[in-house]
């Protein structure tokens, strides 16, 4: 879309796409890497394990900060080295064996072509948030089913669920199926909508980033269900108790197919330790033993 002189409209349009425009000329400097075949598993790699570091980093530390504990959805779990190589060898493995012969098919039968003009702001939040209900409501359909009918579960999602403690570097613990099922989805919703280039990255990042947070472990105050109102985001909680009970909260990120189809479950308030030192219900209630000990100072 250019920019012309006329209406308000056009003039509002104009301005919008200007904001990202810096932005997506940055990017365009970079044409010839972005548009080559490895480009696509490069960026899927640097953005999921720079997703999954911080918190590989709190894990590490989690034995020596007490105060992590607050915010751990089990406290009495920390992954070992010997689980986190191996989720980290199988996404690599996966992506370089796999994924990159795909993407490379899909270079040399139709090589992308990176347009001039950023998307509009408004156009770009909304063809994201259109990709991530399309995405939720596709892996939602695909997730049950695999968790109904047996032999699709054994053979092919049962990978996923061999830790039933989530932690960050397990979220692409999956079979390959597995994998190019979530990535055939993923690029599918940005092709039906003919999404700008800038659309599709914005949604990578925002999309791998949510599935890297909802097998964290950790529920922080910023998380992103908690910045969601209404309940309409189940987030880290949620998606933690699927792992522990199988039959509920099939649904990646937000919550109305689960409540439609009654499978919806809400998830405990997290444990975490009171300023008594105790373990209570949720850190913004006072435990029972330091309740006791206000009465007793009163």
């Known amino acids: 879309m250019g920019c012309y002189n006329g209406s308000e409209l056009q003039d509002l349009g104009c301005s919008s796409q200007l904001l990202l425009q810096p932005l997506w000329d940055t990017i365009r400097t970079r044409e010839a890497f972005t548009r080559s075949p490895i480009f696509p598993v490069t960026f899927s790699i640097i953005t999921y394990v720079g997703f999954c570091l911080p918190f590989v980093v709190l894990d590490v530390l989690y034995p020596w900060v007490p105060i992590l504990r607050r915010y751990k959805i089990h406290p009495d779990f920390s992954p070992s080295v010997k689980q986190l190589l191996p989720c980290l060898g199988l996404t690599l493995y996966q992506h370089l064996v796999f994924v990159f012969p795909v993407t490379l098919l899909h ?3 139709s090589p992308a072509l990176l347009p001039q003009e950023a998307p509009e702001l408004a156009q770009l939040l909304s063809h994201v948030l259109i990709c991530l209900l399309l995405f939720d409501t596709e ?65 990578h990042v925002i999309n791998i980033w949510l599935s890297v947070e909802d097998h964290s472990g950790y529920d922080f105050p910023w998380s992103t269900h908690r910045l969601v109102p209404f309940g309409w985001y189940g987030g880290v909680a949620h998606h933690d108790m699927h792992h522990s009970q199988f039959n509920c909260n099939f649904a990646p990120y937000f919550t109305h197919w689960d409540k439609m189809l009654g499978t919806l479950r809400s998830a405990p308030l997290p444990e975490s330790l009171c300023a008594c030192g105790e373990r209570c219900v949720d850190s913004r209630e006072r435990c029972a033993v330091h309740l006791i000990q206000k009465k007793k100072q009163t």
């Open 107 to 109: 270079w040399v039968r």
């Open 139 to 203: 892996i939602f359909a695909w997730h049950l089913l695999h968790h109904k009918v047996p032999w699709l579960y054994r053979t092919f999602h049962k990978v996923h669920h061999q830790n039933s403690s989530s932690f960050a570097l397990a979220t692409q613990y999956m079979s390959f199926w597995e994998l190019l099922s979530l990535t055939f989805f993923d690029v599918l919703n940005v092709a039906v909508l003919r999404c700008h280039p800038l659309t599709i990255f914005t949604f």
